[in-house]
């Protein structure tokens, strides 16, 4: 559909809407991935869309908007991140993780629990980390493009791609494995 | 603990699936993006210049939903489909256009005289994702968020006289729990209309996007959610809880 939409250089209000009504979730999930703060997510979003609006015409394979959408998101929401909060500081959404870990010690009790805690554990675990990592991980795992499609997008090499993804599974599962109060959600002790 | 361990990336994408709501609605963020795009000296001239889609249709309209006693006009997402739920007695009536108009009163009825039916044929064609995307000339979108373990068993082609506009596809799990997910391409002016009991199904509006959708509740337990998107429209069916049902429609893309 969207390969018949646009067939001129620039996208008119009503097929600009169209492919905003089919993003919009997509791209606000991609820069809440990155923000894990909903007040900036909705800024990169907003800027994802415009700049997506002036780029469109540079996008040959529309086939591919997704794919070309969710990366402008994680760049935004990246650039928005660091001019706004730093990428180490923590936000505003996050202060009450911690208790909420230290009350469930005992992994039994904790089993019974997880499946409310997994997002909250999970979520700590990605906010820990470089959000260069975080923007892989998304691209890759979560809208499954190649390493190739994530290095011509991010205009990275393959090789940076390559070594990016390495590291941010291993500091997902380093995570997982070192952190006491995470062993209930598959840590091995040390 | 190794199983465990080997499910981050599920987790990852159950997190990706969860992001806390957004402050401004979709409707808001779209104005915002509109301001933006205008406030831009060097797209203002070339920014939006037309509204082509419907501006010159021009389509009779047949609304069976005037002849109700009660009329709660509701506007549905966009400028661009608007939906209707009319109420009379035990009958509920859920009617979508694409006029800008107002909600259906009795000045709007047809003559009468020059009303006629017309048979259509319609065939149903089963075949894979991709033979049906070849098939056919609009893009078929999926949802992304699957509950249940959910697979995909086949999609239907629908073909009315032999213009291929509809795609059916049809979901199914272990315990033999379906989903389906109809996709109506209507590229350009259409009325349609439903009616249901009011004994045996409950009708409501639910929040979608930030926009609004059609939730019903049948006795049987089973659900349908209807929306429209710009030249589509949609429809989901199953069994799962209204939650879910509204996740899987917000992560079709």
């Known amino acids: 559909m969207l390969k018949k939409f646009f067939r001129k250089t620039e996208p008119t209000e009503e097929e600009f809407r169209l492919v905003y009504d089919m993003f919009y979730s997509r791209v606000y999930r991609d820069v809440y991935f990155i923000t894990k703060d909903s007040h900036l997510a909705q800024d990169a979003l907003q800027e994802t869309f415009v700049k997506a609006y002036k780029h469109m015409h540079n996008l040959d394979d529309k086939g591919r908007m997704g794919a070309w959408l969710s990366t402008i998101a994680t760049r935004t929401a990246i650039d928005i991140l660091r001019k706004r909060k730093g990428t180490n500081e923590f936000l505003t959404d996050d202060i009450t993780v911690q208790e909420r870990h230290t009350q469930v010690k005992d992994p039994d009790v904790s089993f019974l629990v997880e499946s409310n805690f997994v997002k909250e554990e999970i979520n700590d675990v990605l906010r820990e980390m470089k959000v260069e990592y975080r923007e892989v991980l998304l691209l890759r795992y979560i809208h499954e493009l190649t390493i190739k499609e994530i290095a011509t997008n991010l205009d990275l090499t393959e090789g940076t791609v390559k070594t990016r993804l390495h590291r941010a599974r291993n500091a997902m599962k380093e995570k997982v494995e070192n952190d006491p109060q995470r062993q209930w959600i598959g840590g091995e002790k040390q | ?253």
């Open chain 2, 1 to 253: 603990m190794t199983n465990k361990l080997n499910n981050w990336e599920s987790w990852l994408k159950e997190d990706y699936q969860s992001p806390a709501p957004a402050h401004l609605s979709k409707e808001e963020n779209w104005r915002e993006i509109k301001a933006s795009l205008t406030n831009t000296s060097s797209t203002k001239k070339r920014l939006f210049p037309k509204k082509s889609l419907l501006a010159v249709a021009v389509f009779a309209l047949i609304i069976f939903g005037s002849v109700f006693a009660s009329s709660n006009q509701i506007q549905a997402f966009d400028w661009f489909v608007k939906m209707f739920v009319t109420t009379d007695g035990d009958t509920t009536q859920i009617s979508q256009t694409t006029t800008d108009g107002e909600s259906p009163s009795s000045s709007d009825l047809p003559d009468l005289d020059k009303i006629t039916t017309e048979e259509i044929e319609v065939e149903r064609t089963e075949m894979s994702f991709d033979k049906a995307q070849e098939e056919t000339n609009f893009y078929i979108a999926k949802p992304t968020f699957n509950p249940n373990n959910y697979q995909l068993k086949y999609v239907e082609v629908v073909s009315k006289d032999s213009e291929k506009n509809q795609v059916q596809l049809y979901y199914e799990n272990g315990q033999s729990e379906t989903v389906v997910l109809t996709q109506t391409f209507q590229p350009n002016d259409f009325a349609s209309a439903k009616v249901v009991d009011n004994e045996d199904t409950n009708v409501k509006i639910v929040d979608l996007d930030g926009g609004e959708a059609r939730f019903i509740e049948f006795k049987d337990n089973s659900k349908q959610l209807i929306w429209s998107t710009p030249q589509m429209n949609w429809l989901l069916e199953g069994k799962l809880p209204e939650k879910d049902m509204i996740k899987i429609a917000e992560s079709i893309e």
